[in-house]
């Protein structure tokens, strides 16, 4: 699998757990930072699903 691929995939992937942390886990109120705002919570854990699948 070529890099690139592999680095969009691993981001795609975080997205998704972000997003189900934000759906399962996320409060209500809306005070956790992470896991308040769905688009939050998907962009912080798809660049960590990015920087995760850049690794060797």
């Known amino acids: 699998m070529s890099p690139v691929l592999r ?8 997205a998704g757990v972000g997003f189900l942390l934000y759906r ?10 992470l896991t308040g705002n769905p688009y ?5 854990w ?3 699903g990015m920087v995760m699948a850049s690794g060797r």
């Open 7 to 14: 680095i969009v995939v691993g981001g795609l992937v975080g």
């Open 24 to 33: 399962f886990v996320g409060c209500r109120t809306g005070a956790c930072p």
């Open 40 to 44: 939050v919570a998907m962009i912080v």
């Open 46 to 48: 798809g660049v960590i």
